[in-house]
């Protein structure tokens, strides 16, 4: 069966400071891959998405970054982090080759605070 | 622009139907409709998708109006396991997915 995974469960850091969140899934190939953040209160918001390796789509100018070094892994990032980017953070993955539908599977997600 | 617009919130009766309306009035041919769940603090959870007929799994019951500008999931007995935030999305079929901020749906005991 597919699992996926993220950590940190939790993360606090200050302003200013990198980021590094990891999502990896496991028992299934060349998933699609996305990232989203929900802020407090507020609704999903599309960050990035993967189709393949080293492919990464960005939805919102922002000051994160993504990348997919392995099929299974996609990494989002950050060289200084605002306070604007504290928020729940989504890892979630699809698999559309031969499907007509689009069901999306999420991750326990990272819920950041930038102090 | 929203595709989909929800009441932001609503309650029912633990046991009895819950009915969520979801308006697309602007929804094209090809276009399906999904239904999320987030229940709090978890990732959201696929429930139901349809295109034109109505639909049913071991969750929930989707009814798609005949002009399919409109449809409304049904959650047959609700429990209070149910209370959760509900997104309806319309997309076409390998597209992305696109979350409005949905209706809050309390299980009152």
């Known amino acids: 069966s597919q699992t996926i995974h993220q950590w940190p469960a939790t993360l606090v850091q200050p302003v200013g400071s990198p980021l590094s969140l990891e999502c990896t899934v496991e028992g299934t190939s060349n998933p699609n891959l996305y990232w989203y953040r929900q802020a407090a209160g507020r609704g999903l918001q599309l960050l990035f998405y993967s189709v393949g390796i080293g492919q990464i789509s960005s939805e919102v100018p922002q000051n994160l970054s993504a990348s997919r070094p392995q099929d299974r892994q996609f990494i989002l990032s950050s060289k200084k982090l605002l306070l604007s980017d504290s928020g729940f953070y989504l890892c979630?993955?699809?698999?559309?080759?031969?499907?007509?539908?689009?069901?999306?599977?999420f991750g326990p997600g990272t819920r950041l605070t930038v102090l | 622009d929203a595709k989909t617009t929800q009441p932001t919130s609503m309650d029912c009766a633990e046991g009895r139907a819950a009915n969520l309306p979801c308006n697309h009035s602007?929804?094209?041919?090809?276009?399906?409709v999904y239904w999320y769940r987030q229940i709090h603090s978890q990732g959201p959870q696929y429930i139901i998708h349809g295109l034109k007929n109505n639909e049913t799994n071991e969750m929930a019951s989707l009814i798609i109006t005949e002009d399919r500008k409109s449809s409304t999931l049904i959650l047959p007995h609700a429990t209070l396991r149910d209370t959760a935030v509900y997104y309806c999305i319309v997309t076409f079929g390998n597209e992305k997915l696109t979350f409005g901020t949905g209706t809050r749906l309390t299980i009152i005991p």
């Open positions: 979630a993955w699809s698999v559309l080759e031969g499907y007509s539908y689009n069901e999306q599977f």
């Open positions: 602007t929804i094209s041919g090809n276009e399906y």
